[in-house]
Structure formats: structure tokens, C-alpha cells
């Protein structure tokens, strides 16, 4: 037996009335998740026009198999599932997935909490979306929607180390990239703080 997780009275009843084919219910649903959802998808794919696509396509498709839906577990979490499916079957039938086949040992995940105060999500969203397309695919994967590897290589049609590498070598990157943004900020910091110095009167 599932367990039945509670939702707000609103969300079931906009679900049913999307069922029933009430267009201002489809629509805000549309609205209640769209923001976030294109979150999701600029974060797999770069250029925000085809993020766009993906995203109309992907409501067009949950519109479609709203009825799968059996009212049990987040329906938030089935409406993502759905959306990073379609930004990963745009990647391939666009050719833009490449892997590399070799493993490296991966080092820890990059470490936020000493940028915390500095670091706003846009900037680790532009700092994601630079990295080549393997890594930045196996990343969000991994690190963001919590897939395994093995989910990931069944995912992508390739095999575990390969998504272990990509993994790798994203980390790499970020780290090389926060490593920059920290000297920046310690420089910055330092050049404004108030002079000891008092000037001679």
C-alpha cells in the first residue's frame, strides 16, 4: 500500500478540473508551475528559446497524461519527471550529448557554504549552464534530481563509469570556477573595507 501524501484541497480540484477539460483550470496550472519548471529546463538546455520549447511541449504532454496521475506521492515531483524526460529526449534527438569514456576519481561536491552570503542562484545557474554538455547533464542528474548512476547510464545509453567521469569532471569545473569567484570576493571585500589610517588634520 502507498502512502497517501496530503495535498491542499486547491491542487485536487484544479487536477479534476483539468481532467474535465476546463481551460482556465489548465491554464492555471500552467501558471502555478511554469516558472519553476523552466528552472528546470534552462538548467539542461542553454539557449532559453529551445528551454522554451521544451517546456510548452513537456505541459502539452502532462496535459495528455494528467489521468496517470493516481492522486498519491508529490504531483509537483510527476510533473518534473516529466519535464527533465523531455529536456533529455531533446538532447539526443539534437545530437548536442557527449561523453567521455575514461573515469577520473571524483573529488567532494563543490563547497557553497563559504560563498553563501555571496553566491545567489543566477550565478550558480550561469555557472552550470557553461559546463559542456555531457558534464551539465550529468550533474543536474545526479547532484540535483538525485538519480543514481546506473539510473543515469540507463538514462542516457551509456555506462556507469562514463557517467561517473562526467560527474568528475563537472565537479572539476565548478570548483575551478568557485575557487575564482572566492578570490574575487575576498579581493573585493578587502579593497572596501575602511581604512586604519587616519588621515592628518
Not at 86 to 95: E, Q, S, T, V
Not at 118 to 140: K, S, W
Not at 190 to 199: A, F, I, Q, V, Y
Request: aromatic share 8%.
Amino acid at each position: 500500500m502507498k502512502l497517501q501524501i496530503g495535498k491542499s484541497k486547491n491542487e485536487e480540484e484544479l487536477i479534476q478540473a483539468c481532467l474535465k477539460g476546463d481551460r482556465k483550470a489548465q491554464k492555471d496550472l500552467y501558471t502555478r508551475y511554469a516558472s519553476k519548471m523552466m528552472g528546470v529546463c534552462v538548467r539542461y538546455i542553454k539557449n532559453r528559446d529551445d528551454a522554451e520549447d521544451v517546456l510548452i511541449s513537456a505541459f502539452m504532454k502532462i496535459f495528455e497524461k494528467l489521468h496517470t496521475f493516481q492522486m498519491e506521492g508529490s504531483f509537483e515531483g510527476w510533473i518534473r519527471r516529466i519535464m527533465v524526460n523531455d529536456c533529455l529526449m531533446w538532447i539526443r534527438k539534437n545530437k548536442y550529448m557527449y561523453v567521455e569514456v575514461d573515469a577520473d576519481q571524483a573529488p567532494a561536491d563543490p563547497n557553497l557554504t563559504v560563498l553563501e552570503n555571496h553566491l545567489h542562484e543566477e550565478e550558480l545557474l550561469a555557472m552550470i549552464q557553461q559546463l559542456p554538455e555531457g558534464y551539465r547533464t550529468v550533474f543536474n542528474l545526479y547532484v540535483i534530481e538525485g538519480y543514481s548512476h546506473k539510473e543515469i547510464a540507463d538514462l542516457l545509453s551509456i555506462n556507469e563509469n562514463t557517467s561517473k567521469s562526467q560527474l568528475s569532471r563537472a565537479r572539476v569545473y565548478l570548483q575551478k570556477q568557485l575557487a575564482q569567484l572566492e578570490k574575487e570576493i575576498t579581493f573585493n571585500t578587502n579593497k572596501n573595507e575602511p581604512s586604519t589610517h587616519r588621515p592628518t588634520i
